[in-house]
């Protein structure tokens, strides 16, 4: 008991053990905050990996595009609807798209 006594009277441990509090939980820097920001980094270079595959895989289909005339010629006929002059383009709408469509609008 009296060494207890000694421990908690002694000023340099009580200084240490404030010190200690003070930087886990009351600094500018504490340690939630370093937690918080370690897993917002974390969230952030995941975000970069996918935007960086992303881009990779436009840059690939540019560059297809630009090099491969059929694949240009799709690409158009699928996204723009466009035709040739002798063809017709049927555009077929799903059902379920159908539905969800009529509900979203005002």
Do not use: G, H
């Not at 340099?12 to 917002?40: E, P």
């Not at 035709?83 to 469509?101: A, C, Q, S, T, W």
């Amino acid at each position: 008991m009296k060494r207890l006594v000694n421990l908690i009277k002694n000023k340099y441990l009580l200084a240490s053990v404030a010190f200690m509090v003070w930087m886990v939980f009351f600094d500018r820097n504490d340690m939630t905050s370093q937690l918080d920001y370690r897993s917002k980094v974390n969230k952030l270079e995941e975000e970069k990996d996918f935007y960086t595959k992303e881009i990779a895989k436009a840059e690939k289909d540019l560059q297809e595009l630009t090099t491969n005339p059929d694949r240009l010629e799709k690409f158009a006929r699928e996204r723009y609807y466009m035709r040739r002059d002798n063809e017709d383009i049927y555009v077929v709408i799903d059902e379920k798209d159908k539905k969800k469509d009529s509900k979203s609008s005002f």
